[in-house]
């Protein structure tokens, strides 16, 4: 659906090949897909009808410069006012306070406890010391998924022992004690999910915040969010002063319209976005980037990035040791596939590039087709030892192996054969060698 | 749209400001622009040709949910799956007091071996509900997971095995065929059962859930839909898309935190609500 509305936006404008100056026909054309487009991306659609007459009252009589048609010439202002709706307000983070209090908040299931952890590492990539702390008592095992993820980012989190926990002050204001006592410069609060529309739940958040005095009040929208965003973010703005917004889940294919509404209509920027499910997937916020995606536009930029951060250059180190030291298993090539993967599928990327929307189609059904998937099924399929030295691979094993993944026993064979030949093939080799550039990009 | 409609000349704005009601609670542009010429084309008042066309778009027939053994004397199995957020485990919890209330044994699979804890939150519903629960490690094969629960089931002759899967986005391939997978093991363990699959879905997604029920569909064959957070803001109005392209009917939605907000899916109360937005 959002292929073949972008597919139209993109022949609607094709069309629009005029000279001189940009009619008002033209104009109505692009408009009538635009507001489409924008509405389809879940922009709040107060926020369409205002941009799409703005845009109107800017397009009518402009003059269409040389070196394009009026539908690009269309398109580069629809670009322009997105990103500039999107750029609204201060993006950095004030860590103000020692120790600084962030706070998150937001709906049941937006991402805050993933946030949280993410944040934390993020910030203790630029030399905080961040400690975190849950302060949710009403989820089942909430403090626990907030520990585990700490865990994970390399964190100390505050487990309030005796603590009250019901009484969420008292609680944040003791997290914010233990962090000053331990020499903690922030500490990053992960509240309790609620509603807009349950009072009691708002107006505890709004004595939390009394409570500690946030440097930076975050929100946590899902990418995914419909109509309702502007007023969801509102209630909450409303409630708990807010400085900013995390963006989450915008690994999936919805087109986050509604962080645009919100930061039209609030003016609070989007600071942060969540990338994926792993606690380093948290990236500053690229007003131009979301502008590209929200009308379905290619994203060169994003897709250059993605390319460089998947295979970064510490992990590319590692590797060379390990295929120098000979311990390269087949862990580790499941890993690299991994990466393969994290920069999306295959026919997402090559939508990004303009222009390329059919070709986009064709990609993704040969990696449909592909033996990629099979190979990482048969890996996955075999334990963790197996994977570590594949000499350990008899007859039965490989006939389970074969039926875990739903593959062969030709093909569970095939692989252990190849793998044991490209270990060889490394020992010859062998002695320190850099890996060459670009090896595990698929 | 009641209000809308109340002033008594019903004029071109009158149209624009229904539809624009109808897009606001998430039915998205295409639909809305659809409801409203059928609307429009209706020999009845306003209000009730485009609460008329609401309801034609919702699928006909009986929703009541129970699961049903297709092999005799061994447990049915549910498997509940979703986005990651949209309550999945607060679902299973709802489903499991509703199965419970009626005389039907439950047994828990925690095959949510990915997020933080999940199994733990899992647990602390079973144990308000006293049910039992088969679990493994974190990072264990999901399959597994729930192979061991159909085993431990069918031996202490349970009826229904409900499975919490961890939350994936539609995009991601290698957790959509990790779906395939736990689907595979239970028609191994289970030849000729037809497993319940129930997808869960925010209310307050916007167009994006259309796509979401659309790719776990076609990965899993879902049977039917959840809707979570009813009790927020949001009117769900992508549930008609849903329905009307995929004939995949709302089952239940949810209203609230506490075990007993499981409501059984009522089209006419669903469009009334709609209405009164």
């Known amino acids: ?442 | 749209l009641r209000r809308i409609f109340g002033g008594g000349t019903v004029d071109e704005a009158t149209w624009e400001a229904a539809e624009e009601t109808l897009i606001a609670a998430d039915v998205g542009p295409a639909l809305a622009a659809r409801v409203v010429a059928g609307a429009r084309r209706r020999d009845a008042p306003p209000a009730e040709a485009i609460r008329a066309e609401l309801l034609a778009l919702l699928l006909p027939g009986d929703r009541a949910w129970r699961p049903a053994p297709a092999v005799a004397r061994q447990p049915q199995p549910v498997l509940v799956i979703g986005v990651n957020g949209t309550g999945k485990t607060t679902t299973i919890a709802k489903l499991a007091a509703l199965l419970r209330r009626d005389g039907t044994t439950v047994l828990l699979a925690a095959a949510d071996t990915f997020r933080a804890a999940a199994v733990e939150q899992l647990r602390a519903w079973a144990e308000r509900l006293d049910l039992p629960v088969v679990a493994h490690a974190p990072r264990a094969d999901p399959g597994a997971v729930v192979f061991d629960a159909l085993d431990a089931a069918s031996a202490r002759d349970i009826a229904v095995v409900i499975a919490d899967t961890a939350g994936r986005l539609h995009t991601k391939r290698d957790l959509m065929d990790e779906l395939t997978k736990i689907r595979r093991v239970i028609e191994r363990r289970l030849p000729g059962s037809r497993p319940d699959v129930l997808l869960v879905l925010d209310a307050t997604t916007g167009q994006n859930g259309l796509h979401q029920a659309r790719v776990f569909h076609e990965t899993v064959g879902v049977n039917g839909i959840i809707v979570t957070k009813m009790d927020s803001t949001a009117r769900a109005g992508i549930v008609f898309a849903i329905e009307d392209e995929l004939q995949l009917p709302v089952l239940f939605l949810g209203t609230g935190e506490s075990l007993d907000d499981l409501e059984p899916f009522d089209p006419q109360r669903f469009v009334t609500a709609l209405f009164e937005a």
């Open chain 1, 1 to 442: 659906m959002f292929d073949l509305l972008s597919d139209r936006l993109r022949q609607t404008l094709a069309r629009l090949t005029g000279r001189g100056r940009i009619t008002p026909a033209a104009v109505d054309a692009a408009v009538r897909d635009i507001r489409l487009a924008l509405l389809e991306a879940d922009v709040n659609y107060r926020v369409v009808k205002d941009f799409t007459a703005r845009l109107r009252e800017r397009a009518i009589g402009q003059e269409i410069l040389a070196s394009l048609t009026a539908g690009q010439q269309i398109v580069k202002m629809v670009n322009e006012e997105l990103t500039e709706l999107l750029s609204h307000g201060d993006r950095t983070l004030h860590l103000t306070g020692s120790p600084a209090v962030v706070l998150l908040v937001g709906m049941q299931g937006s991402g805050k406890t993933t946030s949280a952890a993410k944040l934390g590492k993020y910030l203790a990539r630029q030399g905080r010391r961040p400690l975190l702390a849950a302060v949710d008592p009403y989820r089942p095992a909430a403090a626990e998924q907030l520990a585990v993820l700490a865990k994970q980012a390399g964190l100390p989190v505050w487990q309030g022992d005796g603590a009250q926990k019901s009484d969420v002050s008292a609680s944040a204001r003791l997290a914010v004690a233990a962090a000053r006592a331990d020499g903690r410069d922030v500490v990053i609060l992960d509240s309790a999910g609620r509603l807009s529309v349950n009072e009691a739940l708002m107006a505890e958040i709004r004595d939390l915040a009394v409570a500690v005095k946030p440097a930076e009040t975050l929100l946590v929208v899902d990418a995914m969010t419909g109509q309702e965003a502007v007023s969801v973010a509102e209630a909450f703005h409303a409630a708990v002063p807010v400085t900013g917004l995390v963006l989450t889940k915008i690994d999936g294919d919805a087109r986050g319209g509604a962080a645009l509404s919100i930061s039209a209509v609030t003016g609070l920027p989007v600071k942060l976005m969540g990338t994926g499910e792993k606690v380093d997937a948290l990236e500053p916020f690229h007003p131009d980037r979301l502008a590209g995606r929200i009308l379905g536009m290619g994203d060169v930029l994003t897709l250059v990035e993605r390319a460089q951060g998947a295979f970064d250059e510490r992990q590319a180190r590692e590797m060379t040791d390990k295929l120098a030291r000979n311990a390269f298993t087949l862990e580790d090539f499941l890993d690299q596939l991994q990466q393969v993967k994290q920069m999306g599928p295959l026919g997402e990327l090559v939508g990004m590039i303009p222009g390329m929307g059919g070709l986009a189609k064709e990609a993704q059904a040969s990696i449909e087709r592909g033996d990629m998937t099979r190979i990482e099924a048969i890996v996955r399929s075999m334990t963790r030892a197996e994977r570590n030295d594949p000499t350990v691979l008899n007859g039965s094993r490989r006939r389970r192996i074969a039926i875990g993944s739903g593959t062969s026993l030709a093909e569970v064979n095939r692989l252990v054969k190849q793998f044991a030949e490209m270990q060889k093939l490394m020992r010859q080799f062998g002695g320190g060698k850099r890996l060459p550039v670009g090896l595990g990009r698929g």
